[in-house]
């Protein structure tokens, strides 16, 4: 199907060769919204390095592979131009990346390319996204029945001096993804399941598994918290103080996609001396924001 006037555009099925011209233009398209959104005393915005590009092609494979149906892509005579990646995980639709060329930007390719995404989710109880401070996303995202939950994120460089002991918190593998799937469906109402399987080799995992509690972090190389989900406050805390110990002294980490919902994680930020500033929303259609939970930027 096809548009009229200055950029006609095809909304079709993603396909497996489109997916390094999908990162490239998330990676514009972000960097794009970053430099138009970040205030001036934050870091300047920078473009994904190789080793990112890489990782995030992996991603999009993964979800490819497994929700052919939730991933689609507009394309003019010019390439890729927008891109709409959603999953189904138990009774929740996901959207895990949506982005349309800065230059198309205004012209119904969002509409469209979200309408594609969002009828793969039929039959799904629950909704789930993340979304940019951009007006725009966030006014797309209300119409199509999100309710949206303004979100935090704490940056910088961790006190050292602030790091308590943290006991009984253990690495993780692949033999943990049972206990993480219970702790999603407590937490989330939905498993993450097959992602696991991608997570657990991308990212440093940890894990609690207490008769009081359980949970689990997935970190990010520099000790930020790539996923956070536990059965209660002391579990989550624990895991993300580990998070952050696990940072470099001399660089900055963030924790990101905090809701009101998780005073837990600000408190745990504030005490390791990062700065606090607001983020974005968590976009959340028929579910209360989930608690204790940092979610990911990709399956959340």
């Known amino acids: 199907m096809s548009t009229t006037g200055a950029a006609p555009a095809t909304i079709r099925p993603m396909r497996e060769a489109d997916v390094p011209a999908v990162e490239r233009l998330t990676d514009e398209g ?19 390095s190789q080793g990112r590009a890489l990782r995030w092609q992996r991603r999009m494979h993964h979800i490819l592979a497994h929700d052919p149906g939730g991933c689609w892509v507009a394309e003019t005579q010019d390439g ?16 895990a990346t949506f982005v349309v060329s800065p230059a198309l930007q205004g012209q ?37 029945g999100f309710s949206l939950h303004p979100t935090m994120d704490l940056s910088g ?24 799937d219970s702790v ?15 997570l657990t080799t991308l990212y440093r995992l940890v894990v609690v598994d207490r008769s009081t509690g359980s949970g689990y972090a997935y970190v990010e190389s520099d000790g930020s918290p790539y ?32 809701t009101p919902a998780n005073e837990w994680a600000v408190d745990v930020g504030l005490a390791a001396r990062l700065d606090l500033r607001s983020q974005g929303y968590l976009g959340l259609r028929h579910m209360k924001p989930p608690m204790p939970y940092l979610p990911s930027g990709h399956f959340l």
């Open 30 to 48: 972000f960097y794009e919204l970053d430099v138009r959104t970040t205030p001036p005393d934050r870091p300047v915005p920078a473009r994904r």
């Open 227 to 258: 996923l956070v989900a536990a059965t209660n406050r002391r579990s989550a805390t624990d895991l993300l103080w580990e998070c952050l110990a696990s940072s470099d002294p001399a660089a900055s980490c963030t924790v990101g996609h905090v």
């Open 80 to 95: 890729v131009v927008g891109v709409a990646a959603a999953m189904k995980r138990d009774l929740t639709w996901i959207l």
């Open 184 to 198: 999603d469906r407590q937490v989330r109402d939905s498993a993450h399941g097959v992602d696991h399987e991608l």
């Open 108 to 144: 119904g390719l969002g509409s469209r390319l979200l309408e594609s995404a969002l009828d793969h989710g039929r039959g799904c109880l629950r909704g789930m996204l993340s979304a940019s401070p951009d007006p725009r996303a966030a006014r797309r995202y209300r119409l199509a």
């Open 157 to 180: 460089v961790v006190d050292r001096s602030c790091l308590p002991v943290v006991e009984r918190v253990r690495e993780g593998s692949s033999s943990d993804i049972d206990l993480m």
